[in-house]
């Protein structure tokens, strides 16, 4: 289960292997903000509350575009954090810079 939680609306959807957050968050209409959908303009970004283990390892254009102390809190780019099954738990709140 994926748990989107935008500014206003929390969104549950189904997990699905191979898939990056922002691909559930846009198909389950979740609120959610993204762009570029490769890793550079920032606007997806967001902060795992719970389930980074469910999810595919840091890509090159995060460790680019987020500091490390961002990546350390639990920061990733969710058109870039990919999803490893379909029974993954993953908890994550939208949170762009502004
Ligand atoms: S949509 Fe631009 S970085 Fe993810």
Redesign the pocket.
């Known amino acids: 289960m994926i748990i989107l939680q935008g500014r206003t609306k929390r969104t549950v959807t189904e997990a699905a292997e191979g898939k990056t957050l922002?691909q559930l968050a846009l198909k389950a209409k979740a609120e959610w903000g993204?762009?570029?959908?490769?890793?550079?303009?920032?606007?997806?970004r967001c902060l795992i509350v719970d389930g980074m283990e469910h999810l595919e390892p840091v890509t090159d254009a995060e460790w680019d575009?987020l500091e490390p102390e961002e990546l350390e809190q639990g920061y990733r780019?969710?058109?870039?954090a990919v999803i490893r099954s379909d029974h993954a738990n993953v908890e994550v709140k939208h949170k762009p810079y502004f």
């Open positions: 922002l993204s762009s570029c959908q490769r890793g550079t303009c920032a606007r997806c575009r780019l969710s058109c870039q």
